[in-house]
């Protein structure tokens, strides 16, 4: 399969536009995303193609995702678009308690094809309400799938399974990541929910990380390479259903363990995945499982102090000398 | 899905000891493999996988289960072993071993009482290098930890592993480079007192303290014993086995026993037991220790069959395959030290049997016959029994007829 290099926002346009031509089903409603082809340019190119399946809507989160709940209730399977993933506070109820629950209130009879897209992350001085990194209320919340892709090979991938998907899906894209090009195949791929990907190969220590803090961890790997440390970096992509199997299998070669996420680190997914390593790979550790994460704290407006408070990659380098005590 | 079990190894045996698991859960497993090593009061026992599968031990090391009491699974693939994990958590980590066990010992034992307090005591490694010191039979206590505040780290049983592998084999056996003017006194080798060991050390104390051992010796011409022998091996064809001493001395043993049954008793509680069965123990040396296997009623079996039931012992006491039944039950005892050139000695009875006959060298010394000193063959025999049950004369008749058949071996037919 030949590819080309392509940002992670063509690769999500095209995936959408290629399931839109396959699916007169699909729809994608949000805030002005008719005039600017959604606030990141992600969905470039698509209004044209697609006039009547691009949705502008009020400006009410609680509207959005109701409606996108009730449209995949009736057989249609909506996109909604987040704008922030900030603003999901005002909509929990329906993500929450509706999305996440219907199929299992009404006995398995009703299906919520419903992809939720939300760009997060911080990095942009964009402060404490627009610079969030939210996965773990999700996860901690049954009925609901979650995907954090990093590459744009990922992001077309995943997005298509997701909008294929019958159960609602959080499918967050890191602001700070959609210029980020990469190698795409051409022509129609699918990954499956819940399989991880090694970003780099490497022996001394296993790294667990998603979303941005791929690109920051390979970086970290680079320096820690020149200082003789091998370090394999392995990219979740999916934290539900997570791959674990994957985890465990670095591990049992490595026998040290680092899990990097720029959410906050207190209640963080690093902490499901350090309870899961404790319980199941304890004969393979020969260090203590060492997290890196954002500090509990809103995230600055201040640039100085939103870098202080974000793991960046000095932290990583850090994380793996902490947990190798080199 | 198969249940691993504690397998009757014979009649007399109810429970035993899971000494140590070979295998790790999830560790793959071929056919006859040896999975888990379990201790008799008797004997320790290799159990082999039934079949290929996929390994899932439950039951903890150093406990005592019953026979047929399931002590892990076996899994027929990956999928069946993962509902296996789920449904019968295991009562232990899954890289416990026996060696951990030792090593709890050792250190107890290294460690000057009262030592200091219970947590100072617990030696810091990561859990890959406690899984692979017990895997390797390492003392943690005589690691070095070279991790964040002394832990044992992978590193360091690395480290450990080559070292004993650059000192080779020679520097094992050899002490340490000592120094010449050194007072103290180091352990070579600490070696703890458990298994068949902690038996034999019990049972022997038991013995010399609870019973009035009397051991008398006397000395048998051996002309007519070894040409006896010699006779018996002549006329073998090829693939039949030679005869050994033993076998003479257990059929002649045997057939004493029956003319002097008061010999083959035990003591039970305020009574005498004297047994109708006549079944001889053979001491033999094992890889590590003394076993006594025994020769069912060889007062009733021709010499063809004890040869060929010794035969067996022996190699089952070689390959260490011994089943508590072939060691239960015995009633005398027939220990052979003739290989070391041992004349005379002073065996210790195996309670409940009330006797033992030792054995030593046939060897040729000055006799006199007929007035001439001539060289005579002569088998040094000692006796010990229990002075409590059997007295001094009829102790000393049982062994002069032992005596009188060594030296005319006919006697065993009349």
Known sequence: MTERIISCSDALAEALAEEMERDETIFILGEDITAHDGIFGQFKGLYKRFPEKIIDSPISETCIIGAGVGAALTGMRPLVDMHFADFFTTAMDEIANQAAKIRYMFGGQAKIPLVIWAPDGGGLSAAAQHSQSLESWFIHTPGLKVVVPSEPADVKGLIKTSIRDDDPVIFFQHKRLFSQNGPVPEGEYFIPLGKGDIKREGNDITLITYSRMVYLSLEAADQLAKEGIDVEVIDLRTLKPFDFDLIAESVKKTFHALIVHEACLTGGFGAEIAARIGEELFDYLDAPVVRVGAKDTPIPFSPVLEKFVLPQINDIVEGVKKVLNS | ?414
Request: contains cysteine; charged residues 30%; negative net charge.
């Open chain 2, 1 to 414: 899905m198969i249940e691993l079990k504690i397998p009757k190894l014979g009649l007399t045996m109810e429970d035993a000891k899971l000494l140590s698991w070979q295998c790790r859960s999830g560790d793959e497993v071929k056919k006859d493999q040896t999975i888990f090593i379990i201790e008799t009061d008797k004997v320790t026992f290799e159990v082999t996988a039934p079949t290929d599968g996929i390994i899932h031990p439950v039951a903890k090391t150093g406990e005592t289960y019953d026979v047929d009491q399931t002590v892990g699974y076996l899994a027929e693939n990956r999928e069946e072993y993962e509902s296996l994990l789920k449904n019968y958590p295991a009562d232990m980590p899954t890289h416990e071993r026996i060696d951990e066990t030792k090593e709890e010992v050792v250190t107890k034992r290294e460690e000057t009482p009262p030592g200091p307090a219970e947590s100072e005591k617990r030696i810091k490694a990561s859990p890959l290098a406690r899984s692979m010191a017990s895997s390797h039979g390492l003392n943690l206590a005589e690691i070095k930890g070279t991790g964040p505040g002394g832990r044992i780290i992978r590193e360091d049983i690395l480290g450990t592993l080559k070292g004993k592998e650059a000192v080779g084999e020679q520097e094992e056996i050899l002490p340490k480079a000592v120094d010449k003017d050194f007072l103290g006194k180091e352990p070579l080798e600490t070696i703890p007192i458990t298994g068949i060991r902690r038996v034999i050390y019990d049972n022997m104390y038991m013995s010399l303290s609870q019973t009035a051992q009397l051991t008398l010796h006397t000395e048998a011409k051996g002309e007519a014993f070894v040409d006896f022998r010699d006779r018996l091996n002549k006329r073998l064809v090829k693939e039949e086995i030679k005869f050994s001493y033993n076998v003479i001395l257990v059929k002649i043993v045997a057939t004493a026993l029956r003319m002097h049954p008061k010999i083959n008793a035990s003591i039970e509680g305020d009574e005498i037991k004297i047994w109708q069965q006549i079944h001889i123990g053979v001491a033999m040396e094992s890889e590590d220790a003394l076993v006594v296997p025994v020769i069912r009623n060889p007062d009733l079996k021709s010499l063809n069959e004890i040869n060929r039931e010794l035969n067996e012992l022996i190699i089952k006491t070689r390959e260490n395959k011994l089943l508590p039944d072939d060691l239960a039950n015995g009633t005398f005892t027939i220990s052979n030290l003739g290989f070391a050139d041992v004349d005379f000695f002073t065996p210790i009875l195996r309670p409940p049997e009330s006797a033992i006959l030792g054995v030593g060298r046939i060897v040729r010394k000055p006799g006199i016959k007929n007035g001439h000193v001539i060289p005579e063959a002569m088998i040094g025999l000692s006796l010990t029994f229990d002075h409590r049950i059997i007295d001094g004369a009829p102790g000393a008749r049982f062994l002069k007829t032992v005596k009188d058949m060594i030296e005319a071996p006919v006697l065993m037919i009349v």
